[in-house]
């Protein structure tokens, strides 16, 4: 048999928000296009997805709202720290995605970018909105597991 390569992930930055008020239905990794200044000022941590939200327009997905800092070594080459960012799917992920997105109350939701074999990557989630009322169920379920693992783990 021949050795598999080891994937290496580096998550760079996640959507806590959006477990919080999303349910996730289905994931999808996809590439993202950026610029050098723009992969650079991400591997330093300068990414923030928590108002970001993804868009199909034209059979393409759009990031829209994700905010990049400008890399602080990078003068002209810096762009915009909110533009809209081109991500990478197959054809068939794309009309899939269409497919779920035209149920009610779905929407695309980045979970997390991280770097997988060089390459920048964003996990899109396909999420149906949480009500007041899951949220608080969530919160109880939490609290219930933390009180369980600390009377266990006296």
Same mark, same amino acid.
């Given at each position: 048999m021949a050795s598999q390569e080891?994937? &290496?992930s580096n998550v760079v930055a996640t959507n806590r928000k959006a477990r919080h008020e999303y349910f996730v239905l289905e994931t999808v990794? %996809?590439?993202?296009?950026? &610029? *050098?200044?723009e992969v650079k000022s991400i591997r330093d941590g300068n990414a923030n997805l928590t108002d970001a939200y993804a868009a199909i327009t034209n059979a393409e997905v759009w990031l829209l709202g994700m905010h990049v800092n400008?890399?602080?070594? *990078?003068?002209?080459?810096n762009k915009d720290p909110r533009r809209e960012r081109k991500l990478l799917l197959h054809r068939k992920e794309i009309r899939r995605l269409m497919s779920r997105? *035209?149920?009610p109350g779905t929407t695309l939701v980045p979970l997390q970018m991280?770097?997988?074999?060089?390459? %920048?990557?964003?996990?899109l989630g396909v999420c149906r909105g949480k009500r007041e009322y899951d949220k608080r169920q969530d919160i109880a379920r939490r609290e219930v597991e933390r009180d369980i693992r600390r009377h266990y783990a006296r």
């Open positions: 080891q994937k &290496t990794e %996809a590439g993202i296009v950026l &610029t *050098g200044t400008p890399y602080e070594h *990078g003068s002209y080459a997105l *035209g149920e991280h770097f997988s074999k060089h390459r %920048a990557k964003v996990l």
